[in-house]
């Protein structure tokens, strides 16, 4: 009866992820990460380093997409491959760092990170300007240097692909918007594949059923289903409405998951 509880709450969980992918181009680990954790702790799996079962699961489903993502941005010739190029050694490094410092938290700690950096990115969706720059190219050098690994090391914290902090980086520094979201999307799988090879090796006591390392199988078939499934509704529906005020309205719904996030960690500590 549990199996089949946690099946139905994940099939919900993929259903909504995909739509919200499609219709506003956010990263599904915005919302599978806080999902996920929610899920299993109504399901009893709450413990001590449940959200790097949360964490693990969001970056293995984020491969899958990131490669959908960037292969069909690449059909249009909208990724821009010398930023990717660039980026990718300093994201890798992140991200590995990442899983490392990860492990070593417990998921109050991890909450507290995630709650906080959701909250500050629901602001920028909520606030954020079309035509806010920093420069009029990306960054190179020492800040690059700075910057990449950065991106990387956040991202994993929070289980997320690049696009939460790669695309408002790239159109601060004049990348036009569908440029910085299809490379976002390589940020994606440069900042998944690895983290997930490390999240295999970390053991989490009191993990839910059929987990590996800290992924959780079940979690991660059934969401990369229902988001095949879901992200082209999501599409068809961002071309038929206004993308700009449900933005507005997602900014909203994440600062307040963001905020619940937070109060339960504070909570925990």
């Known amino acids: 009866m549990l ?13 909504l992820a995909g739509v919200l992918a499609g219709l506003l181009g956010v990263g599904g680990g915005i919302v599978l990460v806080p999902a996920f ?32 993502s960037v292969l069909s941005h690449h059909r249009k010739g909208a990724v821009d491959w010398p930023i990717l190029k660039a980026w990718a050694p ?5 991200a590995v760092l990442g899983v490392l410092v990860a492990a070593s938290l ?4 991890l909450q507290l990170i995630f709650g906080g950096l959701a909250f500050a990115i629901g602001l920028y969706m909520l606030f954020g300007r079309a035509d806010w720059r ?10 690059r240097s700075v910057l990449s690994p950065i991106v990387g090391f956040l991202s994993v914290l929070m289980g997320i692909g690049g696009g939460s902090f790669g695309v ?19 940020f994606g799988l440069i900042i998944a594949l690895p983290s997930v090879i490390g999240f295999l090796f970390v053991t989490v006591p009191d993990a839910p059923p059929y987990t590996l390392g800290a992924v959780n199988l079940p979690a991660f078939l059934v969401v ?3 988001t095949m499934l879901t992200a ?12 700009k005020p449900l933005k507005r309205v997602f900014g909203v719904f994440l600062t307040l998951v963001a905020l619940n996030m937070l109060r339960k960690a504070l909570g925990a500590i």
């Open 224 to 226: 990369i289903a229902m």
């Open 90 to 94: 300093g994201i890798v490094i992140g």
């Open 3 to 15: 199996i089949l509880q946690m099946l139905a709450i994940l099939l919900a969980i993929g259903a």
């Open 168 to 186: 408002p980086i790239m159109t601060l520094h004049g990348v036009a918007i569908h440029r910085a979201v299809a490379t976002a999307a390589g």
């Open 232 to 243: 082209p509704l999501g599409v068809r529906l961002a071309h038929a409405l206004d993308p």
């Open 106 to 109: 417990r998921s109050a700690e």
């Open 134 to 143: 920093l420069g009029h190219e990306m960054p190179g050098g020492l800040l």
């Open 37 to 68: 954790y929610f899920a299993f702790a109504g399901l009893g799996y709450e413990s001590g380093a449940l959200m790097q079962v949360c964490l693990a699961t969001s970056l293995a489903t984020i491969i899958v997409t990131s490669i959908r």
